[in-house]
């Protein structure tokens, strides 16, 4: 039963090690995109990306349906 006492502190410890392991996730992160609209919408998709369409054979016969959108900005 010695383990029972120790079971908090390692609790503890796991979580603070966690939460130390996602500080530097929360400080942001840099890039040299430009900023996302706040809301895309239908029209903002429909503008910047081209949709394509696929239905992918599995082995068992079942087709999976996909879309894919790609940039319409090569760039």
């Not at 609790?11 to 430009?34: D, E, I, R, W, Y």
């Not at 999976?64 to 760039?75: C, N």
Request: charged residues 20%; positive net charge; proline residues 7%.
């Amino acid at each position: 039963m010695s383990h029972a006492k120790h079971r908090p502190a390692s609790v503890l410890l796991t979580a603070t090690l966690f939460l130390a392991c996602l500080a530097p996730v929360a400080t942001g992160q840099t890039s040299s995109k430009p900023a996302e609209p706040k809301e895309i919408t239908q029209a903002y998709i429909r503008e910047h990306y081209t949709k394509y369409e696929y239905k992918i054979a599995m082995r068992d016969g079942v087709k999976l349906f996909t879309a894919v959108y790609a940039p319409k900005d090569t760039s």
